[in-house]
T-cell receptor
């Protein structure tokens, strides 16, 4: 497809379990972003890549959260030892080049931690 | 923490009426964007207004920006049931790459 895709769309994890969320950006897009959206709230920034370089990870809430983009295309957001407060929709976005404008968002992965 | 707030938090109107949503932000910006989010779906980019612009139009959308008041408004004219969604403003918070979103306005357009 032509848009940003994310998988899985839904994930249920038991507390303490590790999860991995995948993002496939639009082909050729240099910048990739991860956001966390709690129920009834706006998305909040987690981390940003330009190609394979992670240039900003200031939004990651704890060292349990780790993101990578080893070849500058697909990205994975990993959450270790999940906790209930990690329950949220995780959105991935990509943009063609540096500049932040016109970010194209994927449908998100809804994570529920029991 | 989030950059600012939209108001109202929720808005319910009849089809054909106009809908106005407001957004306030806290820090200086280079541009402000509005996004729409339908239930269970990702965000769709609607319009971007630069800090040196005061008003911008796109189809049935009109956006204004007042940098002195750090506020913006989104007007949807002649609303349709399909406009039912949550609307978010987002800023670049002084030129950073990341977007900083408000809490959103949930718009319901009744047929």
């Amino acid at each position: 497809g032509a848009g940003v895709s994310q998988s899985p769309r839904y994930k249920v994890a038991k507390r303490g379990q590790d999860v991995a969320l995948r993002c496939d950006p639009i082909s050729g897009h240099v910048s990739l972003f991860w956001y966390q959206q709690a129920l009834g709230q706006g998305p909040e920034f987690l981390t940003y890549f330009q190609n394979e370089a992670q240039l900003d990870k200031s939004g990651l809430p704890s060292d349990r959260f780790f993101a990578e983009r080893p070849e500058g295309s697909v990205s994975t957001l990993k959450i270790q030892r999940t906790q209930q407060e990690d329950s949220a929709v995780y959105l991935c976005a990509s943009s063609l080049r540096q500049g932040g404008r016109g970010q194209f968002f994927g449908p998100g992965t809804r994570l529920t931690v029991l | 923490s989030q950059q600012g707030e939209e108001d109202p938090q929720a808005l319910s109107i009849q089809e054909g009426e106009n809908a106005t949503m407001n957004c306030s932000y806290k820090t200086s910006i280079n541009n402000l964007q509005w996004y729409r989010q339908n239930s269970g779906r990702g965000l769709v980019h609607l319009i971007l207004i630069r800090s040196n612009e005061r008003e911008k139009h796109s189809g049935r959308l009109r956006v204004t920006l007042d940098t002195s008041k750090k506020s913006s408004s989104l007007l949807i004219t002649a609303s349709r049931a399909a406009d039912t969604a949550s609307y978010f403003c987002a800023t670049d918070a002084g030129g950073s790459e990341k977007l900083v979103f408000g809490k959103g306005t949930k718009l319901t357009v009744n047929p």
